[in-house]
């Protein structure tokens, strides 16, 4: 059996004072990128929008079909610099911005419970 790590810093909450996402800001253009431009909207654009919107529509179901099938599942996560972890997965945020884990099997040890930032992740898999 490995060893438990213990925690030794938890990521910063969000602000208390947030006012809801600013469309100028860094967070919201890399969370919300666009195809189309809105200011020379035509009757081809919205078209286009219609349809780059039932398509984020789609994937989006799809991904949080997957997030619903791996609850309480092991799932592998592939992250940056090659660093394969496991974990039983529990949660995520309602922005998908970090998962809530149990059992993290990492190369130093296991940590009983943990928050992974989804940037930090490239992929995961699980079995069905």
Do not use: W
Not at 53 to 71: H, P, V, Y
């Amino acid at each position: 059996m490995r060893p438990h790590v213990s925690v030794l810093r938890l990521p910063r909450g969000p602000a208390p004072n947030g006012r809801g996402f600013d469309p100028n800001s860094p967070r919201f253009i890399a969370l919300c990128p666009t195809t189309i431009s809105a200011s020379t909207e035509t009757a081809t654009d919205s078209v286009q929008i219609r349809e780059e919107q039932r398509a984020r529509s789609a994937l989006r179901e799809s991904f949080l079909r997957t997030l619903i099938a791996m609850t309480n599942k092991q799932v592998q996560f592939h992250m940056y610099e090659r660093v394969k972890v496991e974990a039983k997965f529990g949660a995520s945020d309602i922005d998908v911005l970090n998962f809530q884990i149990s059992e993290l099997h990492t190369p130093i040890g296991v940590q009983k419970e943990a928050l992974l930032r989804c940037q930090d992740v490239i992929s995961y898999s699980f079995d069905l």
